[in-house]
């Protein structure tokens, strides 16, 4: 690639394509940066809404689906985009053309619903550009060992146009949304949240872990290994043109390019939590690796664990799992019961954890007492604590969420003036 010429990865979500007027819209973005003389390749999201619709037939129809089947019926509303999208690029007299995953290829495991990306190879997608054709990539999906289709998990679509502008050696991934930046916390909470400039990748990365809808968490992952600069900005508003020497949205970027840290950079809540507690296991050596060995095993991610023993020789373990993972929990944890003689299985899926974010943390005390004391005052029960170098994260009952996340957000400073 020419150094004169930059190299772009356009990444729009489901609400920016939510329809035909959307996609025109979208079109004229692209054509934009392609007018200005970039090489731009475009990843889609499914329409708003679609892929939920999607979801939804295949657990009404058994909530422990083959997730191949899955896979190739959630793909689907990503295909529809690409094509629509070329189509509306076409009619503006862009040459340009949809490819899928296995048309690329870009290769995963075969963790059907949540695979990995393994390889990409990025030759064609390069050649297409040089001669002038952009490429309109169907995010969140790909093809798997077995030669079938996989997909990314909820939110894939960032990780695949991350990826993507890996392989492409591309300037920038620019990741439009329905919010123009990565703000303190979620606006529609808290409406004195502040939009951040900047963001180091292990801020967002957290965030992302345990929350944040912006950005999925493996996209900043794969961000933060490659050093692929991303920029999250609206597909609604026109911000000041990148030629201008600003760009309008928020940039994740490396540490030592933010002179000073806040203590905290933002607070984040995910609801797709579901707590499970086995209760009264023997407390022998072992016991743990019997309960989330066989979970692991059935690719049912856990989080937040705590084990409490008592003087009775028992053992008690909770732990969170995402809510679309429950029924399978549930499922592999009662198979297990022959090895593991729990006493009794509890699940509540009616809780939320709240996260606090900031690199400042590892210079500045008292993070974890000012949450505690917070929630306190307005009391609110902690469930369960988990903790990392530059985060803290509680399980609440979800009756609490906005509270919470309002009385935190203050707690820190973090409100806007």
């Known amino acids: 690639m020419s150094p004169t010429v930059p190299r772009i990865v356009m990444k729009f979500g489901g609400t920016s394509v939510a329809d035909l007027d959307r996609i025109r819209a979208v079109a004229e973005k692209v054509r934009k940066q392609v007018e200005a003389g970039c ?6 999201s499914a329409m708003s809404g679609v892929t939920n619709r999607l979801v939804g037939y295949c657990r009404d129809l058994s909530a422990t689906h083959d997730e191949r089947e899955y896979d190739a019926v959630v793909s689907t509303g990503e295909q529809v985009t690409s094509g629509l999208l070329a189509i509306a690029l076409q009619k503006l007299g862009i040459n340009a053309r949809s490819w899928l995953g296995w048309q690329i290829p870009l290769r995963t495991d075969n963790a059907h ?11 064609a997608l390069i050649e297409s550009m040089r001669a002038g054709q952009v490429p309109v990539v169907a995010g969140f999906q790909g093809i798997g060992e077995d030669g079938r289709i996989t997909t990314l998990g909820r939110g894939g679509s960032d990780t695949s146009a991350v990826a993507l502008a890996a392989a492409l050696k591309a300037d920038r991934c620019d990741i439009y949304t329905d919010v123009d930046g990565i703000y303190t916390t979620d606006p529609r909470i808290v409406t004195k949240a502040r939009k951040l400039d900047r963001i180091t990748y292990e801020e967002m990365l957290e965030l992302a872990s345990v929350g944040a809808k912006v950005l999925q968490t493996r996209s900043v992952e794969l961000a933060m290994k490659e050093r692929v600069r991303v920029q999250v900005l609206s597909s609604f508003n026109d911000g000041p043109a990148p030629s201008e020497g600003h760009l309008p949205g ?14 905290v950079a933002g607070i984040a809540y995910s609801r797709d939590e579901a707590k499970v507690s086995v209760r009264q296991l023997p407390d022998r050596p072992g016991i743990a690796a019997a309960v989330f060995g066989p979970l692991a095993d059935a690719n049912v991610n856990v989080d937040m664990i705590v084990q409490s023993t008592g003087d009775d020789g028992m053992t008690n373990m909770t732990f969170t799992v995402g809510k679309a993972d429950l029924a399978r929990a549930i499922a592999v944890l009662e198979s297990t019961h022959a090895t593991t003689r729990y006493a009794e299985l509890q699940t509540d899926d009616s809780v ?10 590892r210079s500045h005390a008292g993070v ?39 009385a935190l957000h203050t707690a820190y ?5």
Do not use: C, P
């Open 250 to 263: 928020s940039l994740v970027v490396d540490e030592d390019e933010i002179v000073e840290q806040e203590q």
């Open 352 to 361: 939320v954890k709240i996260s606090v974010v900031g690199v400042g943390m």
């Open 39 to 44: 090489e731009v390749a475009v990843v889609v």
């Open 413 to 417: 400073g973090l409100d806007a003036a």
């Open 113 to 123: 619903g949540k695979a990995r990306i393994e390889s990409i190879d990025g030759i």
């Open 368 to 406: 974890a007492s000012t949450m505690f004391r917070t929630l306190a005052e307005r009391n609110i029960n902690v469930q369960v604590i988990s903790t990392s170098e530059i985060k803290v994260s509680v399980l609440i009952a979800s009756e609490y969420t906005e509270l919470a996340v309002r």
